[in-house]
């Protein structure tokens, strides 16, 4: 008997997954490994930072997507290199796999511009953990607002400052001022939540710079109707617990906000520069891999690159954006690539197809940039709903989102407030422990024996 191909897929995204689908049928073994058991819908990643979904509702077990996959398996573990001469991949736990075709789909992270300590006042958001380690902050920040003593401390407190106006800035902002101005308003009794500032920064000159103007103009008297102040031109220098730092055409600001939320920028996953150094492929100034028309690595037609990890500049000289819909259907070129192989062919060229750029602001408001067609209000947002209910690629998580968006649109609840004792934010409300000097002794043996 023959010995199948062996096809090891790095990364359970868009780009990971579309890839091992695409080759259900293939006469070859097929191996997706990533970190989580979940495959995640990134889109919809403010919404459940927000309160308007659960985490369950936008993720699904890679398990249970694959498991009538006959030729495919799925591994939870951690890569941490790469032997392209060997065509082997080692996971942390000393873990040796053997491929024939590698695909390299790891996605991406956030990119704080040589600050990554500003991570720990200002996280981004990419996974399930960031989602709702956001929505810890953004609640804690209302309850701790009501706890203010005085009027500085509580205008600190609901004051929120969002790092990046592109898509998911503008979509945050959006979102977060809906919940406080409608949604948490009856919750509390000693402040009003529709008092809540929230700034929109960004270095470019305008929010959505990537779309048409006047689509861009429109999204920002929405933002503005909504109650958001956007600033642009200007650049963060420093951001600590109590605000960032502003470099304007005027100066230096200080911006006192007890909540930073970062959407600025991403940079590749740390597999790029390593495979670069062992395979002398370039990367870009975000630390993706260039590859070649077909995908591939050059000097290695057996490793693809997909998704976030990619710079693909063979569809108009510039890179591709890092959106799922490119993802989805990179990784369906490369899985089709991999089967035509098998069967001695060439692969087609590869051809992009946009289908426009969306980004919803608020309830009954998003904008779209559809080829020549601008689309605003209603009719975009509508648009919006569909295109994202059907890139939800589990049934039960289609049928969730549709509900909960019909009945947070009907009364403007959010029924995912929750903030979980794990939070590490919850440290904030706990009483400090005695200090050694003045607990009794017996109260020590007691606390030692407890």
């Not at 300590?117 to 380690?133: C, I, M, V, Y």
């Not at 710079?209 to 503005?224: I, M, V």
């Given at each position: 008997m023959d010995r199948?191909?062996?096809?090891?897929?790095?990364?359970?995204?868009?780009?990971?997954?579309?890839?091992?689908?695409?080759?259900?049928?293939?006469?070859?073994?097929?191996?997706?490994?990533?970190?989580?058991?979940?495959?995640?819908?990134?889109?919809?990643?403010?919404q459940v930072a927000t309160g308007g979904l659960s985490p369950a509702d936008i993720s699904a077990p890679i398990r249970a997507l694959l498991g009538?996959?006959?030729?495919?398996?799925?591994?939870?573990?951690?890569?941490?290199?790469?032997?392209?001469?060997q065509r082997t991949v080692h996971l942390e736990d000393g873990k040796v796999i053997d491929?024939?075709?590698?695909?390299?789909?790891?996605?991406?992270?956030?990119?704080?511009?040589?600050?990554?300590?500003?991570?720990?006042?200002?996280?981004?958001?990419?996974?399930?953990?960031?989602?709702?380690?956001?929505?810890?902050?953004?609640?804690?920040?209302?309850?701790?607002?009501e706890l203010a003593e005085t009027p500085e401390e509580r205008k600190q407190w609901l004051t929120f400052a969002i790092v990046g106006a592109g898509p998911t800035g503008v979509e945050l902002a959006g979102a977060l001022a809906e919940l406080a101005g409608h949604t948490l308003r009856k919750d509390f009794r000693d402040i009003d939540t529709a008092e809540?500032?929230?700034?929109?920064?960004?270095?470019?000159?305008?929010?959505?710079?990537?779309?048409?103007?006047?689509?861009?103009?429109?999204?920002?008297?929405?933002?503005?109707?909504?109650?958001?102040?956007v600033r642009t031109g200007v650049m963060v220098t420093k951001i600590s617990h109590l605000?960032?730092?502003l470099k304007t055409s005027d100066g230096n600001e200080s911006m006192l906000a007890r909540t930073v939320l970062w959407a600025a920028g991403v940079r590749a996953s740390v597999l790029g520069p390593l495979l670069a150094q062992k395979t002398g492929a370039e990367i870009d100034s975000a630390g993706r891999l260039k590859v070649t028309a077909q995908f591939n690595l050059p000097g290695y037609p057996d490793i693809y690159v997909a998704g976030d990890l990619s710079s693909y500049t063979h569809f108009d000289g510039k890179p591709l954006p890092g959106t799922a819909a490119v993802a989805l259907q990179q990784g369906r070129y490369i899985g089709k690539a991999i089967l035509a192989g098998l069967k001695g062919k060439a692969a087609r060229p590869f051809k992009?197809?946009?289908?426009?750029?969306?980004?919803?602001?608020?309830?009954?408001?998003a904008v779209a940039d559809i080829g020549k067609m601008r689309l605003s209000g209603h009719p975009a947002w509508w648009f919006w709903l569909l295109v994202h209910l059907v890139k939800l690629v589990d049934l039960?998580?289609?049928?969730?989102?549709?509900?909960?968006?019909?009945?947070?649109?009907?009364?403007?609840?959010?029924?995912?407030?929750?903030?979980?004792?794990?939070?590490?934010?919850?440290?904030?409300?706990?009483?400090?422990?005695?200090?050694?000097?003045?607990?009794?002794?017996k109260s020590r043996e007691k606390a030692l024996v407890i």
């Open positions: 199948l191909h062996e096809v090891v897929i790095i990364g359970g995204g868009f780009a990971g997954l579309n890839a091992a689908l695409e080759m259900k049928k293939a006469k070859a073994r097929i191996t997706l490994i990533d970190r989580r058991n979940h495959h995640l819908f990134q889109p919809l990643l403010y009538k996959q006959k030729n495919t398996r799925v591994l939870l573990g951690n890569v941490v290199d790469i032997d392209p001469n491929y024939d075709s590698l695909i390299l789909a790891t996605g991406a992270n956030h990119a704080y511009f040589g600050n990554d300590h500003w991570e720990a006042d200002a996280p981004g958001l990419k996974t399930l953990e960031d989602a709702t380690r956001i929505r810890h902050k953004i609640l804690l920040a209302f309850e701790k607002a809540t500032t929230i700034y929109l920064l960004d270095g470019s000159d305008r929010v959505l710079p990537t779309f048409a103007a006047d689509t861009s103009g429109k999204a920002l008297k929405a933002l503005d109707k909504l109650g958001v102040t605000g960032a730092t992009y197809i946009h289908y426009g750029d969306l980004a919803v602001i608020g309830r009954s408001a039960q998580n289609r049928m969730t989102v549709l509900l909960q968006w019909g009945w947070s649109y009907i009364t403007r609840k959010r029924s995912a407030r929750l903030i979980t004792p794990s939070s590490e934010f919850l440290t904030d409300f706990r009483e400090p422990p005695p200090t050694e000097e003045k607990q009794p002794e």
